[in-house]
């Protein structure tokens, strides 16, 4: 895993202006922290930050290839899981290898196939390859988004980052937040729209997509959808397929030439990867796995059953770690640490985010990252199996808005003084909409069984990428390289057509999930109910960030004050953020994480020194 950056500009000499690129690619020193180089020429500079995962030697970048007098550059963020299948396809059809990295296999593709190969790759990705014969840039985004790629367009130069503070290093971009920007943080906040860097005139690679310049001028192009088609096989064989998929998934994902472990919370998709995971590692004699789980100062003292959160993980993770025999570490972070770290959490992410969800993940992953630089993590299940209760709670299926988030009018609210003239309600309903208008339909579905699509596809296409944007920020803010065997794309797509009565059999969430894990999952852990990632319930950290926020409300020059409704803020602080009466989102981000939602957009704008226009 790594950082790139790119600058083309097909009508001026760049060559003189490799400063700036430098400048641009050291921004991303977290994501790589093992190595960095560039590539200078007439119409493009590269910059590449590596965090060195497979093969130290022959895997730096920008790598440059030549096939006769053509040459091709590539500056790469991900992994390849089909490395070896496609390398063999490669050698039988003539080409020849120099080292055994993903990153020239993934090259020399492009360079046998061109724009269409990026059909026959099973991974997470984000790359720029420069085709300098064709004078081309091809630039593409994972199908399901687990890696990043933002991109911007002034004048003649298109310029490209693994992360918005590279692009921010730009002397021509600015940090501007308008209108549509200000709708995308009090309306879908902490989601963002596929392809919005809600900075103006920022944008991202939406996932599945590719993005093409050439002297023509620019385009973006969809080169994987999901497509709806009957499913024909009967339970028996749909749970051997669906464990055949995340079997293979799994074990794809553990190649590495540094250390992997698994994070582990006691829950079904953990445990699933754990457990798949330590059977490898003995199988194939790479030793005992090492495990890790989060947990939060005095966390059992106070913690409070509820329906979104039944029980807490630590007395499942000791069941598992014993079951599959790992070396499990368990990493406590207390109420001082979480709150400090809010701060440090807009800087990995760029923007305000899941609030304490977000920097316990950073403090989770900094600790993990003393002994490990590879973690495969259960993130993806419950949108592609039904995990959630919004796919079961018949109010939410009903729900006219996305159903983790149907607080739009609340939201409104906060904003203050010109800014409530702002059409927020239009602007989320319009996404809303406009998301349901690509639910693929299947001929002769029934009009509830088509809403049921509408809800997982909602899912994919908002909540998943929320999350797989949390999890790339927070880790990669330590160098650490997470993968995610739920987000195979041949699992999404099969599972995509699987009909939710099978779904959802032995009338539990995730119950097909549940059945493909017998035999390789306790009963106990097959049996235990979904519940999401921990959070603290210390009353200390509520005092802490009322404290914060109070603080911010009473310096004049804090930014925030610019944008929100003051009085709101006040009731927020007062009552503990239970003055909004709905979740702001998700089941996570209600009471002191919302204030600290707040603290991170002030933080956020005066870190970033946001421009209101």
């Known amino acids: 895993m790594c950082g790139i950056v790119g600058w083309v500009n097909l009508r001026e000499d760049l060559r003189e202006k490799h400063k700036i690129i430098e400048n641009m690619t050291r921004a991303l020193a977290n994501r790589g922290p093992d190595a960095e180089d560039f590539y200078v020429h007439q119409n493009v500079l590269f910059g590449h930050r590596r965090l060195t995962v497979v093969d130290p030697e022959g895997g730096a970048q920008p790598m440059t290839r030549q096939l006769e007098d053509k040459s091709y550059t590539i500056v790469y963020n991900g992994e390849l899981y089909n490395t070896e299948d496609l390398r063999k396809e490669l050698l039988d059809e003539g080409y020849k290898f120099q080292s055994y990295s993903d990153t020239e296999v993934l090259l020399t593709a492009y360079i046998a196939w061109g724009p269409e190969c990026i059909k026959k790759f099973n991974g997470i990705f984000a790359f720029g390859i420069w085709d300098e014969s064709e004078k081309r840039l091809f630039m593409a985004r994972d199908p399901l988004g687990v890696k990043p790629l933002f991109y911007t367009q002034l004048g003649n130069n298109l310029l490209f980052s693994s992360e918005l503070k590279a692009l921010l290093e730009h002397p021509l971009v600015e940090p501007i937040l308008d209108d549509e920007g200000l709708m995308e943080l009090f309306g879908l906040g902490p989601a963002r729209s596929l392809g919005s860097g809600v900075f103006k005139n920022i944008y991202e ?53 540094v250390p992997v472990c698994t994070f582990l919370s006691g829950g079904l998709d ?43 993980d630590s007395m499942w993770v000791k069941k598992m770690t014993q079951f599959i025999g790992s070396k499990h570490h368990n990493i406590v972070i207390n109420i001082p640490q979480l709150v400090e770290a809010l701060d440090e959490a807009v800087k990995a992410n760029d923007l305000p985010g899941m609030a304490d969800v977000d920097s316990s993940l950073y403090l989770f992953c900094k600790a993990v990252r003393e002994n490990a630089t590879v973690a495969l993590s259960g993130e993806c299940a419950d949108e592609i199996f039904g995990g959630y209760p919004w796919f079961r709670r018949q109010e939410d299926i009903q729900a006219n808005t996305f159903p983790w988030s149907k607080a739009t009018k609340e939201r409104k609210i906060m904003l203050g003084g010109n800014f409530k003239r702002l059409p927020l309600e239009e602007y989320v309903a319009a996404k809303y909409e406009d998301t349901l208008k690509e639910v693929p339909r299947l001929e002769g579905e029934t009009p509830e069984v088509h809403r049921m699509r509408e809800i997982s596809f909602l899912n994919l296409k908002w909540f998943m990428i929320t999350l797989l944007n949390r999890k790339d920020r927070m880790s990669m803010r330590n160098g650490l390289e997470v993968r995610v065997p739920f987000a195979d794309h041949r699992l999404v797509e099969y599972a995509w057509n699987i009909p939710l009565e099978m779904k959802y059999c032995d009338n539990r969430e995730k119950g097909l999930l549940r059945r493909a894990l017998v035999d390789i999952l306790p009963q106990e852990i097959l049996e235990r109910k979904k519940s999401p990632y921990p959070k603290t319930h210390h009353p200390a950290y509520l005092k802490a960030v009322q404290r914060k926020m109070k603080m911010i409300l009473q310096d004049p020059s804090s930014p925030i004050l610019k944008i929100i409704d003051k009085h709101h803020a006040w009731d927020l602080v007062n009552t503990g953020g239970s003055s909004f009466k709905k979740p702001w989102f998700g089941q996570l981000m209600t009471g002191p994480q919302l204030l600290a939602y707040f603290i991170q957009i002030n933080e956020w704008m005066k870190e970033y020194r946001v421009k209101i226009k």
């Open 205 to 257: 690679v939406p996932p599945a997509y590719s993005l093409l310049l050439d002297e023509t001028g620019w385009k973006l192009n969809r080169y994987w959808q999901l497509e709806s088609r009957p499913h024909n096989e009967n339970l028996e064989t749909t749970v051997e397929h669906t464990r055949e998929l995340l079997v293979d998934a799994i074990e794809r994902q553990l190649v590495s030439d």
């Open 270 to 312: 953990s445990s699933a990867i754990s457990a798949v995971a330590a059977n490898a590692f003995k199988r194939d004699g790479k030793g005992q796995l090492n495990t890790y789980s989060i947990d939060y100062e005095e966390n059992e003292k106070y913690f409070k059953a509820n329906e979104f959160q039944p029980n807490a």
